[in-house]
Nanobody, 123 residues
Framework: QVQLVESGGGLVQAGGSLTLSCTAS????????VGWFRQAPEKEREFVAA????????YYVDSVKGRFTISRDNAKSTVLLQMNSLKPDDTAVYFC????????????????WGQGTQVTVSS
């Protein structure tokens, strides 16, 4: 059983930056994938980014490429999502999720989820 806790959300003006963190209750293993998803009100949950726990491979949805960066710290069992040049369309609850390799964009492939952290980008 793995518990995930997200933090770092908040209110920011368009063009600003936020960094989200996801901390696990136990260490991730090399065979793990960690992803970030987001869900806006009355919309489906959307894949944002993922990283293999080894850190060798990252994935991003096209809409955040060049703006968001996913990284991990093995010692701290933490995954970060640095978000720059934020847009109002980025407003959503952001969830951290963990699953097996290979990482996918399908939320059904991630059995472990955090409670989410709210990101609000104003214009």
């Amino acid at each position: 059983q793995v518990q995930l806790v997200e933090s770092g959300g908040g209110l920011v003006q368009a063009g600003g930056s936020l960094t989200l963190s996801c901390t696990a209750s136990r260490r991730f293993f090399s065979g793990s994938a960690v992803g970030w998803f987001r869900q806006a009100p009355e919309k489906e949950r959307e894949f944002v980014a993922a990283v293999t726990w080894s850190g060798s491979t990252t994935y991003y949805v096209d809409s955040v490429k060049g703006r968001f960066t996913i990284s991990r710290d093995n010692a701290k069992s933490t995954v970060l999502l640095q978000m720059n040049s934020l847009k109002p369309d980025d407003t959503a609850v952001y969830f951290c999720a963990a699953g097996a390799l290979p990482p996918t964009m399908n939320s059904n492939d991630y059995p472990y989820w955090g409670q989410g952290t709210q990101v609000t980008v104003s214009s």
